[in-house]
């Protein structure tokens, strides 16, 4: 092996470090997501103590809002009212099952949190993206919807698949 080589190894198992340390950077989705939209909660059963702001979805609970879907067995939402005396959702927490769809690409997970004035979602347990052929898997995702970035962190795992890159034109 050639110095050269060494050093190159070296370089790079220093950048994955670093990139395990700080989280890993991802895109994912539409980055055209609009957390003003309407959201749309469907699911088998609903109970709610309305003068907690609370609401508990169960059983194929699926959330949407414009392209973005997050599908749990369990989802607790908390809502309130704004200044227009408007009923407007705070947050969804998804418990089991988790997956979020936004466009073509999914997250599968334990358990999600979605903050709708901010367009944020964390995902956490096991989390699984999918991106074509490609995969990452980590501990915690962070996704800002409206601009499709996201960050993975916890133990980061990532298989590139070259076959499934669309092809160029020259």
Known sequence: MSL???LLGIALSLVALSAAAQGTEVGF?????????????VADQLDVQRSE??????????????????FGDVVDVEYAENAAGDTEIQWVHAIGNVT???????A??????????SGVVVMTGDVL???GE?????????VQLETGVGQMEGRVRVLFNP????????
């Not at 979020?100 to 999914?106: D, Q």
């Not at 890159?165 to 020259?170: A, D, G, N, V, Y």
Request: aromatic share 2%; no cysteine.
């Open 134 to 142: 490609n995969t990452m898997a980590g501990e915690k995702l962070t």
């Open 4 to 6: 050269r080589t060494s």
């Open 163 to 170: 076959e499934s890159e669309p092809e160029k034109t020259e």
């Open 129 to 131: 993206v999918t991106q």
């Open 100 to 106: 979020l769809l936004n466009g073509v690409e999914a």
């Open 108 to 117: 599968e997970g334990d358990d999600a949190v979605y903050t709708v004035e």
């Open 53 to 70: 702001g609370k609401a508990k979805f169960t059983g194929n609970v699926v959330v949407t809002q414009g392209l973005m879907k997050l």
């Open 29 to 41: 989705g539409n980055p055209e997501h609009d957390s003003s939209a309407p959201v749309e909660v």
